[in-house]
């Protein structure tokens, strides 16, 4: 018997010894093997904004999310400086020479942009815009938020807390994006129907959390100004480090980042128009995966709805 | 044959096979290992190549860039001379690099190979340009012609460019992939070590474990060997030889034990058997011993009076001279003497036909008749058909003799002694009847009684005639004793045996 069992454990240790021997990690050769990266859809997605937990990295993660789900080579830029377009053209441009399958990227009036992707659609590249689509720039695929109805949302829930009596201050990101002049034109197209709301000021801060908190600073010194609007979302991280100190006005940001949301919760902002940041990434790829087997897409608008959040939705 | 259930059994077939596996697995796992070895230091022997190609290929690209900046920026058309030749061969590394990467290429690397072929399009393009300018052949205005050559080459420029900074970053991937394949490497010759270490303690099991078993092997030869030699000098050596191992020599000595213990019994057997005859052997010989010493010790006797044939002798002349003196009884007397000496003499130790017995019997009632008178009479009731029966010599005479003596003793007148020898039921009937006192019960118990003892007897001549008898019919004789008031009768029933030739 102890024979017996000498010899089964001997007997175990060696099979277990060969798959030892047998055992290798899989390379990364071997889990590319299955298909060549040479053959991959490349998809370019340049992203204005770095990934620091905002708007954008939700987006991102959308991206990236439908290139695993459809087998899509999705890579993600980003300028060095947050919103430069220039650094933005030339990653277009750089694109352009990679021969990219398509980019994908927020649209903008700055000049020699749409050029730049008009050169990139006319040598084949497929250009998908999200968030921010382009005045003039056409045969591409808008993914994003209705900006001029979000704009009106914002304009209604102003009228609602102010009983139609508001001086508003408006804290814009820059003139080039087109979504944020939509969203002003909607949130005009409120303000125009009540002859007690105004809107004292537009200020763009060009995404820079300093000007954004100056801005927010002369606005409270503004004894006219009673609400302050941020029709982007960065204005509403930068304005809730310095609230406490000046909580005056009434504030109604866009997208709810962690900053916007303590404030809500904190009762410092009155309500975040919320967009569907993880879904506008995935969609755009989702409709690239579509346009690589049909070519063409099913619509030139994918528009993704929005929603108003106030401190009592946050219970 | 099969061992007692109670052991699980592993033969030696069994220790074999499995050794047997055991040695083409462990051939295996070094095959494997040095396999895995051979495989993983190849594919770092290509990605160094890929790595140095890399490099090459990074170095053409700069070169060929620093001919077209020549060319366009200070007119030295000179150094664009070969450059197609320089692109031709760019365009093939690329190829190359694009082939060694085929299936383990990064994002970064395809764009890189993607990059490259746009760079040498413009090249190819910016140098055709410069070419027709040179020889002008431009199809457009000088103006034109400048912007058009500006922007190319500032394409070329933003391309070059963004081919810098993805070689650092496929280069960096190389490196890092060589890093890890170093690791890889290191993490093989550890395992590799590992294995040939484990290999070595199993080598060193596999040696401990055949040396065990052999030394248990041979140590139990020997106790079947010790054992062997202690049946040898004793066989009946009582023990077993106990094998404790699980194989074919545990069974073989099970058998051996049992076939011990087979041969332990047919021994015993054969020696019961023997003492039995032994047994037997001894009482015939104390029986002949017996008889022996009887006969001696009557022989002794004779011999202790009268040497027998001087006596004889004497007689033959006393007849003689009584047939000279014509002294006819004294002749038959003397006859009669005379015949009944020499049958003595003659047949003392060999068996002798009925008749014979019967007719020497004859001479000893002649001289008992001479002796007694009228006080006894004899008669003869003798079947023909047994007078060719042998039986001992001297038994009728004894049984008479005893009937004179004993029974008859006391009779004064009209003694009777009737001496029969019949057939009843197949068996011989010798018989001497008397008239006379007879015996009762208790002394027929005690001369039976006599009969079957070695001891002192008063019947000598009975017991002595049954022994003979015995010893010659195998036991086979019922003697025959029966009293009444009117008539007894001594005597043995013996076998119907012809020409019985041994006594």
């Known amino acids: ?315 | 044959m099969r061992l007692p259930r109670s052991k699980k059994h592993i033969t030696m077939v069994q220790k074999s096979f499995i050794s047997l596996i055991a040695i083409v697995l462990l051939s295996v796992t070094i095959a494997l290992t040095l396999s895995n070895g051979k495989k993983i230091y190849h594919e770092y022997q290509e990605l160094i190549d890929s790595q140095i190609n890399l490099n090459d290929f990074s170095q053409k690209l700069d070169s060929i860039n620093s001919r077209l900046s020549l060319g366009y920026m200070y007119q030295r058309f000179d150094k664009m001379d070969g450059i197609q030749t320089e692109i031709d061969e760019a365009r093939r590394k690329n190829v190359i690099f694009r082939y060694q990467r085929t299936f383990r290429a990064s994002r970064s690397v395809v764009d890189y190979c993607s990059l490259v072929d746009t760079f040498l399009d413009q090249c190819e393009d910016l140098s055709a340009l410069l070419e027709k300018t040179k020889n002008g052949e431009t199809d457009v205005s000088d103006d034109s012609n400048t912007q058009i050559l500006l922007n190319k080459f500032k394409e070329a420029q933003y391309t070059i460019s963004y081919i810098d900074t993805n070689f650092k970053t496929v280069f960096s991937e190389e490196v890092m992939m060589i890093r890890e394949k170093e690791a890889a490497i290191e993490r093989q010759n550890l395992r590799s070590w590992c294995i040939i270490a484990v290999l070595f303690l199993i080598a060193l099991c596999i040696s401990f474990f055949y040396v065990q078993s052999i030394s248990k092997t041979a140590g139990q030869l020997k106790k079947l060997t010790v054992f062997a030699g202690k049946i040898k000098e004793n066989p009946y050596f009582q023990g077993n030889v106990a094998i404790e191992s699980n194989d074919e020599l545990a069974l073989f000595s099970f058998v051996f034990n049992e076939m011990v213990k087979t041969i332990q019994n047919q021994l015993q057997e054969i020696q019961e058997n023997s003492k039995v005859r032994d047994m037997l052997k001894n009482a015939q010989i104390e029986q002949l011993a017996t008889n022996g010493a009887l006969q001696n010790s009557r022989l002794q006797l004779l011999q202790s009076r009268i040497n027998p044939h001087f006596l004889f002798n004497t007689l033959n002349m006393i007849k003689s001279t009584a047939a000279m003196e014509k002294a006819p009884n004294t002749y038959d007397l003397i006859e009669a003497t005379a015949d009944l000496l020499e049958y003595n003499l003659a047949n003392l130790s060999v068996p002798v036909l009925l008749g014979d017995e019967t007719e020497n019997i004859k001479n000893y009632v002649l001289l008992q008749t001479r002796r007694f008178g009228e006080r006894i009479a004899f008669s003869f009731d003798v079947d023909d058909d047994t007078l060719r029966i042998r039986i001992p010599a001297m038994i009728l005479q004894p049984l008479v003799e005893n009937s004179i003596t004993h029974g008859l003793k006391d009779t004064v007148n009209g003694g009777r002694i009737n001496i029969s020898v019949r057939t009843v039921n197949g068996r011989l009937n010798i018989l001497v009847k008397d008239n006379g006192c007879g015996f009762d019960s208790r002394e027929k118990e005690r001369i039976l009684q006599e009969c079957r003892n070695t001891g002192t007897s008063s019947r000598i001549g009975i017991r002595n005639v049954y022994q003979r008898l015995s010893f010659f019919f195998n036991g086979d004789v019922q003697p025959v004793l029966e009293s009444t008031a009117q008539e007894t009768t001594v005597g043995f029933s013996l076998p119907m045996q012809q020409e019985q030739t041994a006594v």
């Open chain 1, 1 to 315: 018997m102890k024979t017996g069992r000498y010899s089964t454990v001997f007997f175990i240790l060696i099979v277990l010894l060969s798959f030892v021997s047998c055992r290798g990690k899989q390379t990364v050769a071997a889990k590319a093997a299955d298909d060549d990266p040479f053959t991959h859809y490349r998809i370019s997605c340049i992203i204005p904004h770095k990934d620091d937990g905002s708007y954008w990295s939700f987006v991102v993660q959308g991206l990236q999310q439908g290139g695993t789900d459809f087998n899509l080579d999705v890579k993600v830029y980003y300028p060095s400086l947050n919103y430069d377009n220039e650094q933005m053209i030339d990653l277009i441009r750089m694109s352009i020479a990679a021969k990219a399958d398509a980019i994908v990227l927020p649209g903008s009036e700055y000049t020699g942009y749409q050029d730049i992707l008009q050169n990139a659609k006319d040598k084949g590249i497929t250009v998908v815009l999200i968030d921010t689509p382009m005045r003039n720039f056409t045969g591409s695929l808008y993914v994003g938020s209705d900006n001029f109805n979000a704009g009106k949302l914002i304009g209604q829930k102003v009228a609602e807390l102010s009983g139609k009596k508001a001086v508003i201050g408006v804290i814009s990101g820059d003139p080039e994006y087109y979504n944020l002049e939509m969203r002003l034109e909607g949130l005009k197209s409120v303000v125009n129907q009540h002859p007690s709301m105004k809107i004292e000021e537009i200020q763009y801060d060009h995404f820079d959390y300093l000007r954004i908190q100056d801005i927010y600073k002369k606005y409270v010194q503004n004894s006219k100004i009673n609400t302050v609007i941020c029709l982007e979302g960065t204005g509403g991280m930068a304005i809730y480090p310095v609230i406490k100190q000046q909580p005056r006005l009434k504030i109604i940001a866009f997208d709810d980042s962690q900053e916007g949301l303590l404030a809500l919760k904190e009762h410092y902002y009155c309500g975040l128009i919320v967009q569907q940041k993880f879904n506008i990434g995935y969609y755009a790829i989702r409709e690239l995966n579509d346009f690589r087997k049909k070519g063409r897409f099913s619509s030139d608008r994918l528009i993704t709805p929005v929603e108003y959040k106030d401190a009592a939705s946050q219970k």
